[in-house]
């Protein structure tokens, strides 16, 4: 199985909290994987990116950091949540040339 | 820098219509094309994808779309639409390293019965 969890599936949060939302993979070891957040209006937008654990790749500056303790394992996190962290977040892992993606998290910031 | 344009945010079709939703793009490198679907609050599918030899391609649900180099696009059709294929359709490059993609803004597909 090449199955992506990803945790939680929704999320209400203040203004000024913090984040943590993760995704876990299955089957192939040592996959890429990504983070994407699709926010409304702004289409689908590459966060961050890791080919192993503990090398992260940054595409966008932002409030928001990723961590790969894990060999399938990939953290989306921020220390201090703001309203235009809202949005759609995804995960995705590459098999072979082609991107897969979890089911993703609803996040809302209020 | 690589780039991808969707032709028409909503696109809006009868049951049993053809479907035809367009797709440009823009890559310095031999770009790696690909088709998602989304339904309400879910993941992306993935529809189909062209990498290298034929260029007609055939995805799942009765879709299919061509990359045409010298018109750098890759349309998607399906000839016969469904109340089940109302969904957002994004079309996504990646010619880079690591595989990054790059999307479209997505089309909206309605179907009406």
């Known amino acids: 199985s090449q199955t992506i969890h990803q945790w939680p599936a929704t999320l209400v949060q203040p203004v000024g909290s913090p984040l943590s939302l993760e995704c876990t993979v299955e089957?192939?070891?040592?996959?890429?994987l990504y983070w994407y957040r699709q926010a409304a209006g702004r289409g689908l937008q590459l966060l961050f990116y890791?080919?192993?654990?503990?090398?992260i790749s940054s595409e966008v500056p932002q409030n928001l950091s990723a961590s790969r303790p894990q060999d399938r394992q990939f953290i989306l996190s921020s220390k201090k949540l703001l309203l235009s962290d809202s949005g759609f977040y995804l995960c995705?892992?590459?098999?072979?040339?082609?991107?897969?993606f979890g089911p993703g998290t609803r996040l809302t910031v209020l | 820098a690589q780039s991808v344009t969707q032709l028409g945010s909503h696109v809006s079709v009868s049951e049993g219509a053809l479907v035809l939703l367009r797709c440009n793009y823009s890559?310095?490198?031999?770009?790696?094309l690909f088709w998602y679907v989304q339904y309400p609050n879910q993941g992306l599918q993935l529809l189909l994808k062209?990498?290298?030899?034929?260029?007609l391609v055939k995805g799942i649900n009765g879709f299919e779309a061509e990359f045409k180099k010298s018109e750098t696009s890759f349309h998607l059709t399906k000839p016969s639409a469904h109340m089940s294929d109302a969904a957002e359709y994004f079309c996504?490059?990646?010619?880079?390293?690591?595989?990054?993609?790059?999307f479209g803004k997505g089309t909206l597909l309605t179907v009406n019965p």
């Open positions: 995705a892992r590459l098999l072979g040339n082609t991107q897969y």
């Open positions: 089957g192939t070891s040592n996959p890429n």
């Open positions: 890791s080919v192993g654990i503990g090398q």
């Open positions: 890559s310095s490198v031999p770009p790696y």
């Open positions: 062209y990498t290298t030899g034929a260029t």
């Open positions: 996504a490059l990646s010619g880079g390293s690591n595989y990054k993609l790059t």
